[in-house]
């Protein structure tokens, strides 16, 4: 899909927490059995941290595309036949629900195969800020054991929790890959700043839900019109956006800084439709 304008929003973000997250989790793969990596399902290959295939070994990997709810369901398919395709277990779920979840101890216990140890299979979650991690393992606890928000950065350190007697899960704060260099990167870091998985402290908030709107405007008119009660798309969105909803400012004027911050929170809240922002790439 076109429309994202990845030039003006240059992002670095690999604080040092992400580093220390790094050491953690190659300080602790010899004590576990299965990688359990949640991505966001609406960017399964964006939301995904590439560092894990550096150091990560041999170890067995069940995907978890969460948020399936958000994504759009022919393009879930898709990816799910991909990743079947080279070989990859994926699962779409939607982790605060518990959808698609029903026989994930049984899937991990299938990755882990026949293991040294017995007793539970040793699970690390693992996932980039955002993706719903600590959605995933309140769910598989049956308790809020973590602090779960619509914001990246919520787990702070390592912790072991739980999950029947067949498995326990160790929990590692959110990583993302420590640049962005080329372009293929920078579409990634966009698609990463749509669905919120970067703090918008640390983003120019108004050009980024400004480059979104272009985006919804040229590949999902109809949604975007629909959600906002347009009758058309003319290049001023968050003006019009503004406008529709009531946020005025003194003297008549639309406030889209507003506008940009309802745009951005119905995106990533799935309100404005289920919507996919990249596909898998089709073999020749």
């Not at 395709?85 to 049984?106: E, F, K």
């Amino acid at each position: 899909m076109s429309g994202t304008n990845n030039e003006s929003l240059n992002i670095h973000w690999f604080p040092g927490h992400m580093a220390k997250t790094r050491r953690l989790i190659e300080e602790n793969l010899k004590m576990i059995d299965v990688i359990a990596e949640i991505t966001d399902a609406r960017i399964p290959e964006s939301g995904r941290n590439q560092m894990l295939n550096q150091i990560s070994g041999n170890k067995p990997r069940v995907l978890l595309l969460n948020k399936s709810d958000y994504a759009d369901e022919s393009a879930t398919r898709r990816w799910l036949e991909h990743y079947k395709s080279i070989g990859v277990t994926a699962v779409s779920c939607n982790c605060r629900s518990g959808a698609g979840l029903s026989n994930i101890v049984g899937i991990f216990e299938k990755a882990a195969g026949v293991r040294k140890y017995p007793g539970a299979v040793r699970v690390m979650a693992v996932g980039i800020p955002n993706s719903g991690k600590s959605s995933f393992i309140n769910r598989m606890s049956g308790s809020k054991k973590t602090a779960v928000g619509d914001r990246p950065g919520v787990t702070r350190g390592k912790q072991w929790i739980a999950v029947g007697k067949k498995v326990e899960i160790l929990d590692l704060p959110g990583i993302l890959p420590p640049r962005f260099e080329s372009d293929a990167d920078k579409t990634s870091a966009m698609y990463l700043a749509y669905t919120g998985a970067v703090k918008d402290e640390v983003m120019d908030v108004y050009t980024l839900s400004r480059s979104l709107a272009e985006f919804l405007a040229e590949n999902h008119p109809e949604k975007m019109m629909s959600r906002y009660n347009l009758s058309s798309l003319d290049g001023e969105h968050l003006e019009n956006i503004a406008k529709s909803r009531g946020m005025m400012m003194s003297g008549g004027l639309p406030d889209t800084e507003r506008a940009a911050s309802a745009l951005l929170d119905d995106f990533r809240s799935g309100k404005i439709g289920r919507i996919t922002l990249e596909f898998p790439i089709q073999k020749v």
